[in-house]
């Protein structure tokens, strides 16, 4: 089946050591998305790729950082991890048009000790 | 500026019964594409319903049925005949017309049919 893949599913790191997220998917979509979701709270996007565009939002933080090597492989590098960034991050993609649907992954729950 | 907002933090209901979620949103654009996601307890979001600005017509599928109103800026999302499986978080969600989805959610409706 295709799919949106993410490993690990929990990742644990302590404050400040750099920890890498990754995602492949199947789908062979244009796009594809980080978000981040914090207990009880809706997803946030970090950023997103269009191809090979790289798109940061505004109010993402210089701690976090993306690469995205070919169309089925993204990465989220946090730098250095604070307490604050201790979230579930999903990744997503889709086809280019707005209407499209975004196709989620299970994600990866990041504990920061 | 693009806003969601889904009012009930949380439903519980007993199963069977008719359970609606409300949506609310708010954008200048007069061209917007409106979607609903499920995000049960193992995490992955889920689509569900995709509606654009210019189809007010309400769809039905299974269970689910989606009222979409322009006139109230509302997509309300309706399970009729409630199942322990249908609890989950659910989200409501706007994105612009151009160029690659920019997704703005709701803060989410944590929704617990209990059996």
């Known amino acids: 089946d295709a799919m949106v893949i993410q490993n690990p599913r929990y990742q644990v790191t302590q404050f400040g050591k750099p920890v890498t997220l990754s995602c492949s998917q199947t789908l062979n979509h244009n796009v594809m998305y980080w978000y981040q979701q914090k207990s009880s709270q809706a997803p946030k996007l970090l950023f997103h790729?269009?191809?090979?565009?790289?798109?940061n939002e505004a109010d993402t933080p210089d701690n976090f950082q993306s690469r995205r090597p070919n169309t089925s492989f993204c990465f989220l590098d946090i730098r250095s991890p604070g307490l604050g960034d201790a979230a579930m991050y999903l990744c997503?993609?889709?086809?280019?048009?707005?209407?499209?649907?975004?196709?989620f992954g299970p994600g990866t729950r990041l504990t920061v000790l | 500026a693009q806003k969601v907002t889904q009012a009930q933090t949380e439903i519980s209901v007993v199963e069977k019964e008719d359970v609606t979620l409300d949506c609310v949103y708010e954008?200048?654009?007069?061209?917007?594409?409106l979607f609903w996601y499920k995000q049960p307890p193992s995490g992955e979001l889920v689509f569900l319903i995709r509606?654009?600005?210019?189809?007010?017509q309400n769809e039905i599928s299974g269970r689910y049925s989606w009222n979409f109103q322009k006139s109230t800026s509302s997509f309300n999302f309706t399970i009729t005949a409630s199942q322990v499986v249908d609890s989950a978080v659910y989200f409501c969600a706007l994105s612009e017309a151009e160029g690659a989805q920019k997704l703005v959610f709701g803060q989410g409706t944590r929704l617990t049919i209990n059996p």
């Open positions: 954008t200048r654009d007069t061209t917007y594409y």
């Open positions: 997503a993609t889709s086809r280019v048009r707005a209407y499209n649907e975004q196709f």
């Open positions: 509606r654009n600005s210019f189809d007010e």
């Open positions: 790729y269009y191809d090979k565009d790289f798109n």
